[in-house]
């Protein structure tokens, strides 16, 4: 059976009222304030923590700043792809930064794997190459569907205009035009 893994930290800190605690976020900022400093600065707010919670605490908050700024890169990154490239197709530039962002958390497990068993890593992994497999069936599928309507398109064309062989074959060279234009890939 699976070991449960905690995931919430209930400590003295995460019971502070919100202005202590602002003002306690505020002296974290501040690199100059020790955790020690800090520490007695809470105890004189009659807080009794000792540095080591002060210590945790922040260190629990900079891996939550670094994950919001990680994802805010990547979203900047998936945006300006789009930006540069309005053809890019934006759900396949949301995967690669998504499969990039798995496949550097897989290659640093040694830290994550309390937080992300590899398993798990590896399933996503997977998900994201089926979504890929799957994205190429679509296309496969729509060329296809595509392929019919221009035959169809060009039958009854030619149907309609049977009596003037010259005409045919000009309708025919502009259809084969057209579907190689949108039948091509970029």
């Given at each position: 059976?699976?070991?449960?893994?905690?995931?919430?930290?209930?400590?003295?800190?995460?019971?502070?009222?919100d202005?202590?605690?602002?003002q306690?976020?505020?002296?974290?900022?501040?690199?100059?304030n020790?955790?020690?400093d800090?520490?007695?600065?809470?105890?004189?707010?009659g807080y009794?923590i000792?540095?080591?919670a002060?210590?945790?605490y922040?260190?629990?908050?900079?891996?939550?700043?670094q994950?919001?700024?990680e994802?805010?890169?990547?979203t900047k990154a998936?945006?300006a792809a789009?930006?540069?490239?309005?053809?890019?197709?934006?759900?396949?530039?949301?995967?690669?930064v998504l499969?990039?962002?798995l496949?550097?958390?897989v290659?640093?497990?040694?830290?994550?794997?309390?937080?992300m068993?590899?398993d798990?890593a590896g399933?996503?992994i997977?998900s994201?190459?089926?979504?890929?497999v799957?994205?190429?069936?679509?296309?496969?599928?729509y060329?296809?569907k595509?392929?019919?309507?221009?035959e169809?398109?060009e039958?009854?064309?030619?149907?309609?205009?049977?009596?003037d062989?010259?005409?045919?074959?000009?309708?025919h060279?502009v259809?084969q035009?057209?579907?190689?234009?949108?039948?091509?890939?970029?």
């Amino acid at each position: 059976m699976a070991e449960r893994r905690r995931t919430r930290i209930s400590s003295k800190i995460t019971q502070l009222p919100d202005d202590i605690k602002e003002q306690l976020d505020a002296l974290l900022l501040d690199t100059s304030n020790s955790y020690k400093d800090i520490a007695a600065w809470l105890k004189s707010e009659g807080y009794n923590i000792s540095k080591s919670a002060v210590g945790r605490y922040a260190i629990r908050a900079n891996q939550a700043a670094q994950r919001v700024a990680e994802t805010l890169e990547r979203t900047k990154a998936i945006a300006a792809a789009v930006e540069k490239n309005p053809d890019i197709d934006f759900t396949k530039a949301s995967r690669m930064v998504l499969m990039d962002g798995l496949m550097q958390r897989v290659s640093t497990a040694e830290e994550d794997f309390a937080e992300m068993p590899l398993d798990k890593a590896g399933r996503l992994i997977a998900s994201l190459a089926r979504v890929g497999v799957y994205e190429q069936k679509v296309k496969r599928d729509y060329k296809s569907k595509m392929e019919l309507a221009f035959e169809a398109l060009e039958d009854e064309l030619t149907k309609a205009i049977k009596a003037d062989p010259q005409l045919t074959k000009e309708l025919h060279a502009v259809l084969q035009k057209a579907r190689e234009r949108i039948l091509t890939d970029d």
